[in-house]
């Protein structure tokens, strides 16, 4: 595996991870592969390590390339500039799909937390979008002024109160009003405990992508607290709270939905 970081800002502040899997004489049938880009979680005033490279080297094991995009927070998120980060990178990765054996049209994208909110806003109206989205506890519906009011009380040192678009466009910060029937297919999870980002968020992006008609799969399990990652010990950071097996199904669950959406591997033979 050749794995290397790409700056997309000067003061490489914005950099995108690549996990790339080259070709093998060995793996004849699969010379191009699909591709995950995973949006780290942190309400957009940190990134996860738990949310980035372990995420990122289960899926490059499951045959994927994997990418992970460390995007504008805090002090840089002026214009809704993680948008246009994760916009470039997908561009990106089709720019390069030769040199990086990657199939083009299938790139999926898969977001946490904030990192979900960013990866379902550029999969419904990024200048470059996904074929596919990737949604895990995700914040959806956090444009209504009566949300940000209630959160600064909460969190007042928190980056979404530096209010990152201007009050007038805060509607585009409530994703479920712009899913439309073009929005990518995406595989949706959220638990029943999650006490940080409330199970109507989800509800609303579900009930938002039934009107459309637009193929999507949703799981919610009754057990675990936000931030899970891959509710594995391994990515727990010693909480007992972050492990969770059941919830843990998610991401075999999530490989088996994007084989639904870009095809099986091939066996010719």
């Given amino acids: 595996m050749k ?3 790409l700056c997309l800002a000067d003061d490489f502040r914005v950099k995108l991870t690549a996990y790339i899997q080259e070709p093998s004489d060995d793996l004849s049938n699969v010379k191009r592969k699909p591709a995950v880009l995973i949006f780290p979680g942190g309400g957009y005033e940190f990134l996860s390590d738990r949310e980035a490279e372990p995420v990122a080297l289960q899926y490059a094991a499951e045959g994927f390339q994997a990418f992970v995009l460390r995007y504008s927070i805090r002090e840089h998120l002026a214009g809704f500039a993680p948008l246009k980060d994760a916009s470039n990178a997908i561009g990106m990765i089709r720019e390069h799909a030769d040199e990086w054996h990657v199939e083009p049209d299938h790139i ?8 979900g909110h960013l990866a379902c806003a550029v999969g419904l109206y990024g200048t470059n979008r996904p074929n596919a989205v990737i949604l895990c506890y995700p914040a959806i ?9 209630e959160w600064e009380r909460m969190h007042p040192d928190s980056a979404i109160n530096r209010l990152f678009v201007p009050e007038e466009k805060l509607d585009k910060l409530s994703l479920h009003k712009h899913v439309g029937p073009d929005a990518p297919p995406a595989f949706i999870w959220h638990t029943f405990e999650d006490s940080l980002v409330h199970i109507s968020h989800t509800v609303k992006l579900v009930y938002a992508y ?3 008609n637009v193929p999507f799969e949703y799981h919610v399990f009754q057990t675990g607290s936000h931030g899970l990652s891959l509710a594995k010990p391994i990515t727990a950071d010693g909480n007992k709270g972050l492990a969770d097996r059941r919830a843990a199904e998610w991401f075999d669950m999530s490989v088996e939905w994007l084989r639904i959406q870009f095809g099986q591997v091939p066996l010719d033979h």
Avoid: N
């Fill in 108 to 115: 999926a994208v898969c977001g946490f937390s904030a990192g």
């Fill in 3 to 5: 794995t290397f970081d």
């Fill in 210 to 212: 039934t009107e459309q």
């Fill in 141 to 149: 519906d956090i444009g209504r002024k009566e949300d940000l009011m």
